[in-house]
């Protein structure tokens, strides 16, 4: 399965951004899917996941209310809808598959099988 995220770029705070995820060479309907981030000298940072067949999403705490994670199984890809940016989202966010992760273990970034390339999200102040 390969992974293609896009859509980061240069924003003020307050603005607003969206991810794309394309996935290929798998069936994307059968896949959990998320978005982690990571900056620099720190740890993988979950951010959300959204479920396959119900659609059920979680977050993670310093994004709850401001990021929507959707997917479109017609067009094999995940987005991550981002409102409110803070200086402090500024970070490269990757997209991630996995068929077979259960629902505890979806914070755990070595529990996902597949990771895309990863885009530059920068957000000023």
């Known amino acids: 399965v390969q992974l293609q995220a896009s859509g980061g770029g240069l924003v003020q705070a307050g603005d607003s951004l969206r991810l794309s995820c394309v996935a290929s060479?798998?069936?994307?309907?059968?896949?959990?899917m998320g978005w982690f981030r990571q900056s620099p000298g720190k740890e993988r940072e979950f951010v959300a996941a959204?479920?396959?067949?119900?659609?059920?999403?979680y977050y993670a705490d310093s994004v709850k209310g401001r990021f929507t994670i959707s997917r479109d199984n017609a067009k094999n890809t995940l987005y991550l809808q981002m409102n409110s940016l803070r200086p402090e989202d500024t970070t490269v966010y990757y997209c991630?598959?996995?068929?077979?992760?259960?629902?505890?273990?979806?914070?755990?970034?070595?529990?996902?099988?597949?990771w895309g390339q990863g885009t530059l999200v920068t957000v000023s102040s």
């Open positions: 060479g798998g069936t994307f309907s059968s896949f959990r």
């Open positions: 991630v598959a996995s068929s077979r992760i259960i629902l505890s273990s979806i914070r755990g970034p070595t529990n996902w099988h597949y």
């Open positions: 959204i479920d396959r067949g119900t659609g059920a999403t």
